[in-house]
């Protein structure tokens, strides 16, 4: 069944290895390791991806000095005692015909000293993107034993078993600082010129092939043209990407969008990037060399769009990230001619990229079994020896997702929904601009699994306590959800429990303004008690866009202040300038009467009345528990899960359905 996708299932050859299909599963840090150790969580990470059918895997970053280690997970540097470690993870995906290669990187000037406890070392001691702090100018003999670093790494990675190893070189970190003119300011044989810029990068790959042999694997991750003035273009990249492989320096150039200049969100680039980002800048990497392989990277996302980056011939691999860690066994599904049931990634990096800035290990918002595969045996689930009549409460994505695993396992699921989709208030998300990715998940990919698996589903059933005594299921799990709260309430106020003037029929909620409820006024004033999160942020970008007025008022410092760790704050609030959104921060709601607003300043405690059409409240919803409560005594087995327990994220009603699902 390959044959859906031939050109991406042509094994290639990549110096003394073949892969077995053109998917990679790139570099990223997923920050699992224990006190710098690889840890079992890394183990069934990766093992899950060799299983699923990636045909390279690229291992998260070790640090190539003591200067560069920037995370507080970093593996440990050039320590011996991580051999063993490595070596479990490099023999398992090896048996399961996966090329195993390390990332090790070096930000340069952007440094973390919280983590490394050293100066940043760079070409020029510019200062670094990351923090307020300058960098450390390094001397000849400093490079030199940078460049010594490299080289000791890349040896030890021989040994623990790696083909190979893919050196950082995008993204404006310290291999390409020395490229770079506005980061390279030397005036001796490192600097100037483009063979002085580019002998850094040079001499570890030479010395790296002279230690570890002509079978071992030199790679590079790179990134497009710069976005600063005097800065390196693409023409510019083509031009070092030329010179190394005219020296059989490189045996692949992985070609990521972004960098730490000043557009460090596209490195990851969320859902409001177009679609296959990277593969024009990978094809004009493919255009300059001769020799080396190219992989394209970032908003690949699907085999079909990998198939048309290969068949095009843009590059010869394609990595696919976020797209993998969403669905472990996207290659095989692929290959089978089953491109459907992969679980599709929705971009929203809540999870992934969003919890590795928060210093904890990444996850899934789709995929609860990321990160768990050690616990979980991967991203499967057992069947049941006891196949029993399940009664699933409430389409939204807890409800899905018990019902999927459940079925999965050999029960009978009956789900009943009370609205006439499934999806719950994911599926106003979904209506947001630049979300509509998340009806890929549950309109699409939901429906299609519940449907082969024979799940039962009723719509339009409001169900009561009685209805469900009288169903008489073996199990019941209630995954009813949560409503907007509708009391005005503001953490800036603990004291006020409902907001003057809040029961006026000019007060509605983002719900009933998403699901097209209520149409309001033009003058829109939008309480977003939730730091900025999406059912503030995402509403007052919908209302934008039909071309109402938005004031926004917040008690954050910043507006879309929650989107940062997923990095779509920024372009949030490029938007919001764009489309006219007024921020008020610092600021809450004193109470609303008539059509005037008594907002004051939580700063200066300086009051002011505004007028506006229309209140809607963006604000902590609160559980719909009433089937929970009436339930509570009757001694039926009765579960409740996701915000029918407490209002929070699809990412915890997914997590908390798969966890209950795989123990019914
Ligand atoms: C959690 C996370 C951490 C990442 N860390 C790294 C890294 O350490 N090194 C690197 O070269 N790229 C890193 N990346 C970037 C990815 O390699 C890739 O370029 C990016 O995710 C876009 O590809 P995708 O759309 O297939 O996810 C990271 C990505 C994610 C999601
Ligand atoms: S958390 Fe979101 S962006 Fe990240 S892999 Fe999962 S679905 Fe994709």
Known sequence: MADMFPHLFKPIALRHKTLKNRIVFGAHTVNMSLDGTPSD????????????????????????????????ANFRTQDESTIPYFRRITDECHS????????????????????????????????????????????????EEMIDSFVTQALLEQRAGFDGVDLFSGYNCLIDQFWSPITNRRDDRWGGNLENR?????????????????????????????????????EGKQEVAAWLDTRGLVDYFSVGTGSYLNDFNKIVPPFMYDMMLGPPDAAKYKEAVKHARVTAEARVKTPANAEKVIASGMADMVSLVRAQIADAHLANKAKDGRPEDVRPCISCNQLCIGRRLRETWVSCLANPSAGREFEWNGDVVPPTEKPRHILVVGGGPAGMEVARVAAERGHRVTLVERDAELGGQFRLAAGQPFRGEISQL???WYPHQLEKLQVRIQLRTDLRADDIRRFGADAVVLCTGSEPAGDGYQRALPGTARLPGVDQENVCSAHDV??????????????????????ASGTALHLAKQRHR???????ELPAMALD????DYETRRLFVEWGVETVCTTALLSWQGNSARLRNLMSNEEETREFDTLVLATTNRPNDGLSKALAKDGIEVHAVGDNVAARTAAMAFFEARRLAMTL
């Not at 990766?46 to 200067?67: K, L, N």
């Not at 195993?100 to 070096?106: G, L, P, S, V």
């Not at 938005?550 to 954050?556: D, E, I, K, N």
């Not at 760790?565 to 779509?568: A, E, F, I, L, R």
Request: charged share 20%; with cysteine.
């Open 41 to 72: 969580r890394h183990f069934g990470y990766y093992r899950e991806r060799a299983r699923g059918g990636a045909a390279m895997i690229v291992v998260e970053p070790v640090p190539a000095h003591r200067t560069g280690v920037l995370i507080r």
């Open 96 to 143: 399961h015909g996966t090329v195993m290669i390390h990332q090790i990187y070096h930000v340069g000037q952007h440094g973390d000293q919280d983590h490394s406890w050293e100066p940043y070392w760079s070409p020029s001691g510019l200062p670094s993107f990351h923090d307020q702090h300058g960098s450390h100018a390094m001397t000849e003999a400093e490079i």
């Open 198 to 234: 580019v002998r850094f990068a040079a001499e570890i790959c030479s010395r790296i092939r002279k230690v570890a042999g002509e079978d071992f694997i030199i790679g590079m991750t790179v990134s497009g043209g710069e976005p600063a003035e005097g800065g390196l273009g693409i």
């Open 442 to 444: 549950i309109g699409d």
């Open 514 to 535: 998403l699901a097209g409820r209520v149409v309001p006024g033009t003058n829109v004033l939008l309480l977003d008690d939730l730091n900025g999160w999406w059912p």
């Open 550 to 556: 938005v004031t926004l008022v917040t008690a954050a």
């Open 565 to 568: 760790h997923s990095k779509t």
